[in-house]
DNA sequence: TATGAATGAGTGTTCATTCAT
DNA sequence: TATGAATGAACACTCATTCAT
């Protein structure tokens, strides 16, 4: 008799699950292109074969890493969108950007990387737009209410320093003080 | 009548710089990885086992590209290593920045995809030290100066904003504002 | 209450008959190769691995197919064995011929496939001699009494037409005028 | 000091061919499918990528083999377009066709093949029109002058039975009085 | 009886690199 | 100096078949 469909299920998603963790790493440690199939079905303890059982091709896998990514990062940064937030949500939501920088180190690595490829650019830069649009606009706002001169500009600028900083700081974290970083941007993004 | 050993390495060096700009710029457009020896091979107008007495691999040829790309940076933004840069100088200095992203654009390109392919990273690290740390000595220097708190801090984020605003803008320049970063970015910093 | 012996063996035959319909339909379609029994078993609405419950391995249902298709053949071309054919049942003959291709057709493709993939000839030269035989038998009967100079190579040419007919018609079956064809053969062989 | 052009493209034609025949040899003894470039380029003693120097792909090899083959056919079997055959020259014309079914054996096998493999079966059909409408017209032309009714399906019944005749002496060639029957076809069709 | 997860050998194809000329 | 034919290891992907449930 053979399992219920609720059984065949759960296998599927926690293999799936499997894949996308050591996909990601791999993706993330040897960049999309170096990190092959084989290596991945390895990492992953299952044959080439079954990867395709799951993920119609790599760059099926690849997108749905970046569902995966982008969803819990939407999730745990969650973006209010009634405006008028104040210095603490300010605040707060640097400190979440900063705490996401380190517990999502792959997908991060992932994303910088993918954002550079060209063949890939297109799939990363739509999925990335949902998140990172509401985020600037509600830069834009704070920085309105602040009375800014172009609010907008300075949110652009805003946004590519954090950009940068997860950056820099992605790609030799050892030798970047984090921590001072951050405490320096709060002060001087809100502390006056 | 036989050319003399000068003319040969003219003829060697000019040779070689054909190849580094067609593999420059197919490293940009297509990434690393994806710009294979025959398409380079192909517009430069070589054979693909020519390009084997010029470089002793595809690696040694991105190496080269590096190479010369950071010496024509260091040149056209030579660091003024005597301290005590005035304000228009830094000014200067940003204004070089942003001349350089638009001159150099496939090279900045490449750099930032290098950066992120591990296997390569180490590759451009080194090279680009040589280049980096002084920027962020001489920006240390001004902010000391300047009184910025924590001025270590202040350089490394200022470095990481260069750093993201290069990277957004070359990764979708049609729709990043670069002339209003600059703007803004030479006001918040220098005009006060 | 259980099922009888019978019921389970009426419910396998049905299965299996399933399985066979789904099967030729796809061969036919897209060739022995290039259907594979993923799609097989979707089309039949059953599971990859219930498929080998009922047919040993791909090849096994082939044989199946064919098994079940000579049979059929067979039956609707009742080969009169004892001798003496009329005109009359010649042509009858030569119009079950025309109706069978229509009728089964996705098998006669099938058919036509299979003879020419070397591996596979031999599995279906096999089955088609018994069908084929007698009726090689029956024409040169027929024309032996029609006092045809060497009837059995007239018969040999008579089945290599039928042959030539239906590959024409059923590879091309919109552009081939099969009812005028079947007219000027009866008129051609025998209404005169 | 490389090689002349000239030298190259001897090179490269004379080991295009040598892949040709080995596999139109082993296309016409597997079917396309089943044969693989690696069997290919172990029979042609040569490495699998070099296979891609000479053909893009495997469908490129196959339709360069079908190019390479019809115009052969089309040369050694040249219509009279000029209307008016006499009777021999049709006799001509059928001496042509079995000798050619022996000649290129490997490339009418392949031919009968490839038109009963839906996914090829375009493929080949466009490049045998080219060689098969004229001798339809011809086919006609000939049956019109000898006073035959409805001509056209006359010269469509001769292609067909050609057909046939080819189809099952390929397949099984030993069995097929290959002799006896083109004697028949010739008394059959023109002796009276 | 029935499921579909799992395997592994196979496919066509690409590409950095070597080498005879 | 210069060519491009040649290689071989790697790649993404497919599929008949097995097997625990």
Redesign the interface.
């Known amino acids: 008799m ?1 399992r219920t469909p609720e059984q065949y299920e759960e296998i599927r998603s926690e293999k799936k699950q499997i894949i996308i963790d050591a996909a990601l790493s791999l993706f993330a ?3 999309y ?2 990190a092959s199939i084989s290596m991945i079905a390895k990492k992953a303890n299952i044959s080439k074969g079954l990867m395709y059982n799951y993920f119609e091709s790599k760059e099926a896998l690849l997108s749905a890493i970046l569902d995966h990514g982008f969803k819990q990062i939407l999730y745990s940064f969650d973006i209010n969108k009634d405006n008028n937030i104040s210095d603490e949500e300010f605040e707060h939501y640097i400190n979440s950007m900063f705490t996401m920088l380190n517990e999502n180190n792959s997908f991060w ?1 992932l994303y ?2 993918l ?5 890939l ?1 297109e799939l990363v ?1 739509q999925k990335m737009m949902e998140w990172y649009m509401p985020l600037l606009a509600m830069l834009k706002d704070y920085f309105e209410r602040k009375c800014v ?2 609010p907008e ?2 949110a ?2 805003f ?7 997860g ?2 700081y992605l ?2 974290p050892s030798l ?2 984090i921590e ?2 951050k405490k ?2 709060i ?2 993004y809100i502390k006056r």
Chains 1, 2, 3, 4 share one sequence.
């Open positions: 053979p440690e040897k960049g292109h170096s690595k910088f990387s954002f550079v490829q060209p063949s650019q830069a001169d172009d500009t300075e652009l600028i946004g590519s320093l954090l950009d940068g900083i950056f820099n790609m030799a970047y003080p001072k970083v320096q941007l002060n001087k």
